[in-house]
Structures are given as C-alpha cells and as structure tokens.
C-alpha cells in the first residue's frame, strides 16, 4: 500500500503536541473550541483576526477573554513560516524564501498587475514528478506542506505587502509553486475551502487555481469536493513527447487526462480548462504541433497559456524565439482556441514560471514513469 504523504510535519517553528490552527476550516475550529469549553461563535472570532486582519498573535485579540488568549497561547500554534531572505525584481515581482524545517527552504511570488495581484504558492518541499524542464523537479522531494504552511504562505505574504504603502494586495492565488499541488491533496484542498470562506481569504472561486501535472485520479476527486479553477501543465500535443517533458504522462496518457479535464469543466461549470503550455526552442515550438494541439482542444471548454521557457542552471533546453511562439499562437487563434502569451516576470531573481527551487534534501527519487510516484501521493 502506498505511504500516505498527506499528513506533514508540524510546521516550520511550531512546537510539538501544540494544534495548528491555520488553515482549519471553520467547522475544524469549533471543534478545538469546544475541547476548550468555549461556544462555536469563537471559530468565526479567530478567523477574522487571522484572515481579516492578519493577526497571529492571541494576545492581539481583544474580543476574546484574557483566559481563552492565554489557552491559545500555551496551546495552540498560529506560527507563520519564517522568511529566510525576500527579493524584489524590477517588474515589482516579490519572492519569498521561507524556512519549511530541516533547512528546507520553500519559495513564494507575489506577481502585481493592473488591477490584480497573484499569490504563487507552494504546497511540496521539493517535487518527485521531475519534470525535465522544471527547476524544482530537479531538487527531487522531500514533504508535503500542510495545510496551516499553505495558509501561512497567503497570511504572511499579505502580511508583508500590507507594511508597504501603495502595494497591490492578494486578489488571486494559485497552487503553481513548488510541488505538485494534487500529491498533496488533502491539505491543497483544505486550503482552498480557507481561501474561499466568507471567513477566510473571501477569494472568488475563479480567483484560486490549482495546476496539475496530469494526476487524473486526483482531478476527478477534486471536482466532488471544490469548484476552483483548473489549470493542466500540458507541454506537448503528443504522447511521445509528453512521456519525455512529463513524464507521469507515461501513468495517464493524454486522452486519458483530457477526458478528466472536460468532465471537471462540465461537473463545476467552469468556464474552461486552462493548458499550461511552456515554449521550447525546437521541441514543442513548430507550427505542425500547434495544429496537433488545437485538434485536441478545438470546440473544448480550453484556453492555453504560451509560456516562454525560462532557463535555470543546468537546462539543455532553451527559450523559443518571439517569432516561433506568435506563430504558434496565430495556428490556434485561428482555430477559435483562446490563447495568450503569458509574461514573463521574475525572471530576474529567479521566481519566474518553472524557475523556483528553494533547497530540498531529496527523500525521495522516483524513477521516471514508475509506479513507485505513488509515495507521494496524498490518499
């Protein structure tokens, strides 16, 4: 029987035997108050400090009792991630480095837009899918985060844009950084429900976007249990080549995983599936490819992101040329497929698409396509 990775360590800081009480669903917290002897309404009281205001600490939270504070205090644990060192590019993209225990070191980005800004956070200390051109598959894997360090992530990143003046403030999240959002599943989705709570982020569900490599299983059990947003890291419009660029396609080939995605989109409405799709100079690039890839998504519930690859050390691959990826972008326009051409940003301090690696002690080295991935899948 597969290990279940679901279920992480305490987060980073927090003391043994204490709960952690980021990220628990409401329900979750009136539970703990009741153990505490306290009514249910504190759950809505504690959730308001933490995601309302932003406030980790009980002594801070004034409406409740000196004697409840005081449990919560000796009790329960409201530690966020510690920030190991912060770089601001020059578009304004924000990376955090944060200490995930163990000297693990996760990363996070906060993208600004007009009229937007987009929280990227991890949800594994490394990836065990290895994804040939992705820096954190390289790392190999260490843990899954829990759902308190996933929160946490969105707590402190909030946090830190809030103590500077004019700065955008989180109105998108999406499950795009370190790890693959769906082997972790049981704390990915807890989250989600946080993040959409009138009493937690408040975020449209259209706002939070989980990626996936193409665990079919796993989608299928995501749209009976939240509606957020879909997003597939495709990268090929064969199987041959998928096989080599993503190699659990090797476990679920591309039929298989469309067929998910087009049952996903019917079972929560969504507005369409989005394809994640990376530039690859001379490898997925050709015009001939592109018109495989609009055949597979033609008169679908799809949009595609085009995203120019960026290179990390140690890449054999390189970025297509603006020309190569405006062409394959006309093929599908003109095939009624949506699609852009995702910006890069980041790229300066490495917290660009596919370039976040942190600093992870491999626990563990999946062969490719093996069956032996299903040590890190959550259960």
């Known amino acids: 029987m597969p290990a279940d990775m679901s279920v992480a360590p305490p987060a980073a800081g927090a003391s043994p035997g204490r709960l952690a009480l980021l990220g628990l669903p409401k329900a979750d917290l009136e539970g703990v108050f009741a153990g505490l002897g306290e009514k249910p309404y504190r759950a809505r009281q504690l959730m308001r400090w933490l995601y309302g205001r932003l406030v980790t600490d009980p002594a801070q939270m004034t409406d409740m009792s000196q004697a409840l504070r ?28 944060l200490a995930a225990g163990d000297g693990q070191l996760i990363e996070t980005v906060f993208i600004p837009e007009e009229g937007r800004g987009t929280l990227c956070v991890s949800s594994q200390v490394g990836c065990a899918l290895d994804c040939s051109f992705c820096a954190t598959g390289r790392q190999g894997f ?17 946090r830190e844009l809030g103590l500077v003046a004019g ?15 769906l082997a972790n599943f049981r704390a990915v989705v807890q989250a989600c429900r946080v993040l959409v709570d009138d009493l937690g982020f408040q975020l449209s569900r259209r706002r939070v976007t989980v990626s996936t490599s193409g ?26 080549l998928r096989n080599e660029l993503v190699p659990i396609n090797r476990r679920h080939p591309i039929a298989e995983l469309l067929e998910a995605c087009w049952e996903y989109a019917e079972a929560t409405s969504a507005v369409g599936i989005t394809f994640e799709y990376t530039m690859l ?10 018109r495989r890839l609009a055949g597979l998504l033609a008169n ?4 595609v992101n085009l995203i120019p690859f960026n290179p990390f050390p140690g890449t054999r691959y390189r970025r297509s040329s603006p020309e190569a990826i405006n062409r394959f972008r006309q093929v599908l326009l003109d095939r009624g497929i949506m699609t852009i051409t995702r910006r890069t940003r980041g790229d300066d301090i490495a917290a660009a698409c596919g ?6 002690t491999n626990r563990v080295r999946v062969p490719l396509g093996s069956r032996q991935v299903d040590v890190t899948w959550a259960g």
């Open 142 to 158: 260490n843990r899954n985060l829990g759902a308190a360090e996933i929160i946490g992530q969105v707590v402190l990143a909030s």
């Open 355 to 360: 370039q976040l690696a942190g600093q992870v």
């Open 167 to 181: 700065r955008s403030r989180v109105t998108n999240v999406v499950f795009m950084g370190m790890g693959e959002p």
């Open 300 to 303: 679908r519930p799809a949009k």
């Open 215 to 240: 665990l079919v299983p796993q989608i299928r059990r995501l749209q009976a249990e939240t509606n957020v947003a879909l997003a597939v890291s495709l990268h090929a419009p064969d199987d041959e």
């Open 70 to 97: 005081e449990q919560l205090a000796a009790r329960c644990d409201l530690a966020l991630p510690s920030i190991d060192a912060c770089q601001e590019a020059a578009d304004g993209t924000v990376k955090w480095r």
């Open 281 to 290: 100079a001379g490898v997925n690039d050709s015009e001939a490819q592109a």
